[in-house]
């Protein structure tokens, strides 16, 4: 699998809704960070779904490292 684009180096902070998914962008290309736009078409990336379990602000990784993707767990300082 290829490597993916860095949208940027820090996680990106989203008010999520309890119940609802979220596509969260795999590949970094999306214009619409950190959710997908459809821009990993034809690469091997797929984006992957969150289901808000709660009300709140979550925060996405954007930096496509993390190890517990979709959210952010601070691999973008290593970077």
Do not use: R
């Not at 490597?3 to 119940?19: L, N, W």
């Amino acid at each position: 699998m290829s490597e993916p684009t860095i949208a940027q180096k820090a996680p990106i902070a989203v008010d999520v809704e309890a119940g609802k998914s979220y596509w969260w962008c795999a590949c970094g290309k999306s214009a619409k960070q950190p959710f997908c736009d459809g821009s990993h078409k034809g690469s091997d990336f797929v984006p992957q779904e969150y289901k808000a379990e709660a009300d709140g602000k979550v925060y996405f990784c954007a930096c496509k490292h993390s190890k517990n993707k979709p959210l952010c767990d601070g691999s973008h300082k290593s970077l």
